[in-house]
Nanobody, 126 residues
Framework: QVQLIESGGGLVQAGGSLRLSCAAS????????IAWFRQAPGKERDFVAAINWSGGSTGYADSVKGRFTISRDNAKNTVNLQMNSLKPEDTAVYYC???????????????????WGQGTQVTVSS
């Protein structure tokens, strides 16, 4: 069982930066792949970025490549999402999610993830 708590959301102007954190409880965190998804009002939940259990493999949505960076610290049971050059279209509730996996492949479908946080709001003003 893994419990996830997101933090770091807020209001920022376009071009600014935010760093989201996902803190996890549970002894098996290091054997879980972690992903970030986001959901804007009236839209589906979309994949943003993911990292495998070791941190050796990452994946990003095309819309955030080159702007967002995902990383993890298994000693601290945390995963971070550094978001730079933010755009108004990045406005959404951001969720972190976990799935048990010791593989290298990145899954981008929300249905593949078993554990979810409560979400943190990111608002980018123009």
């Amino acid at each position: 069982q893994v419990q996830l708590i997101e933090s770091g959301g807020g209001l920022v102007q376009a071009g600014g930066s935010l760093r989201l954190s996902c803190a996890a409880s549970g002894r098996t965190f290091s054997r879980h792949a972690i992903a970030w998804f986001r959901q804007a009002p009236g839209k589906e939940r979309d994949f943003v970025a993911a990292i495998n259990w070791s941190g050796g493999s990452t994946g990003y949505a095309d819309s955030v490549k080159g702007r967002f960076t995902i990383s993890r610290d298994n000693a601290k049971n945390t995963v971070n999402l550094q978001m730079n050059s933010l755009k108004p279209e990045d406005t959404a509730v951001y969720y972190c999610a976990a799935r048990y996996s010791t593989g290298i492949f990145i899954r981008i479908d929300a249905k593949d993830y078993d554990y979810w946080g409560q979400g943190t709001q990111v608002t980018v003003s123009s």
